[in-house]
C-alpha cells in the first residue's frame, strides 16, 4: 500500500559511474518532485514535472536527468558521479501544482 | 527571495507538555504552508497544509496557525508522547506550481 515508493533505498557507486533512481507513486497525483538533503538535513527542490512536463528545474548541474515516462513515475538518471552528490534524494508528488505534498522514503546515495 | 527560518533548531521536553514549534518566513505573498515530520533514515510524513486564506488547521493532537502579515506559522502538539520524537519541517509555496522552500527544521526529543 505504499504510497510514494523509491528504488533503490541504498546506492553506493564509486566516482565518475552513472547511476539512476526510480520513483513510482499510486495516489493518482499528477505532479511529481525530486528533492535532495544534504548532510545538514537541508531539502532543497530539483525538478518538478506536472503530467509528464518539465514545470520546476532549479540550479541543477546537467549531469542530472529527470524523466517521467507517465503521471506514476519520475526516474532520476546522474551521470559522472561526483562526491558531492552524496546525500539522500526524496521523491514526493502531489494532486495539482499547489496540493499537499507526499514524500517518497529516500534513496541514500554514497559516492566514494 | 523567500527564507524559512525554524527557531530553535532543537527541542526537549517531558512527556506531557505542550509542544510549541515556530516557522518564519520573510515574504508574506505565500500560496500555502505545509508542516511535515521527519524520523531518522525516513522520509518526510506530512502533518498539515494550511491555505493563505486560511488561520489555522487542526488534526488530532496537532495545531497548525498561520499569520501571514508577520510571516508566522506555529505547531502546537498538546499533550507530547515519546512517539513525537522526531524533527519537524516546514515548507512554504509561493504560488501553485512554485516550489516548496523549507526550513532547516526542529528536532524535538519527548522524555518520558
Known amino acids: 500500500d505504499t504510497a510514494v515508493s523509491q528504488t533503490p533505498k541504498y546506492l553506493v557507486t564509486q566516482m565518475g559511474n552513472d547511476k539512476s533512481i526510480k520513483c513510482e507513486q499510486n495516489?493518482?497525483?499528477?505532479?511529481m518532485y525530486w528533492y535532495k538533503q544534504d548532510s545538514k538535513k537541508f531539502l532543497k527542490i530539483m525538478f518538478s514535472?506536472?503530467?509528464?512536463?518539465?514545470?520546476i528545474n532549479e540550479t541543477v548541474p546537467n549531469r542530472f536527468s529527470p524523466k517521467s515516462p507517465d503521471k506514476a513515475h519520475l526516474n532520476l538518471h546522474i551521470n559522472s558521479l561526483e562526491l558531492g552528490d552524496s546525500a539522500v534524494y526524496f521523491c514526493?508528488?502531489?494532486?495539482?501544482?499547489?496540493?499537499?505534498?507526499?514524500f517518497g522514503p529516500g534513496t541514500r546515495l554514497t559516492v566514494l | 527571495k523567500q527564507e524559512v527560518t525554524q527557531i530553535p533548531a532543537a527541542l526537549s521536553v517531558p512527556e506531557g507538555e505542550n509542544l510549541v514549534l515556530n516557522c518564519s518566513f520573510t515574504?508574506?505573498?505565500?500560496?500555502?504552508l505545509q508542516w511535515f515530520r521527519q524520523d531518522p533514515g525516513k522520509g518526510l510524513t506530512s502533518l498539515l497544509l494550511?491555505?493563505?486564506?486560511?488561520r489555522e488547521q487542526t488534526s488530532g493532537r496537532l495545531n497548525a496557525s498561520l499569520d501571514k502579515s508577520s510571516g508566522r506559522s506555529t505547531l502546537y502538539i498538546a499533550a507530547s508522547q515519546p512517539g513525537d520524537s522526531a524533527t519537524y519541517l516546514c515548507?512554504?509555496?509561493?504560488?501553485?506550481?512554485?516550489?516548496?522552500?523549507f526550513g532547516g527544521g526542529t528536532r524535538v526529543l519527548v522524555k518520558p
Open positions: 494550511i491555505q493563505s486564506s486560511q
Open positions: 495516489l493518482g497525483h499528477d505532479t
Open positions: 514535472y506536472n503530467n509528464k512536463e518539465l514545470i
Open positions: 514526493a508528488s502531489s494532486q495539482g501544482t499547489g496540493g499537499e505534498q507526499f
Open positions: 515548507a512554504v509555496r509561493k504560488a501553485a506550481g512554485n516550489k516548496l522552500t
Open positions: 515574504d508574506s505573498a505565500i500560496y500555502n
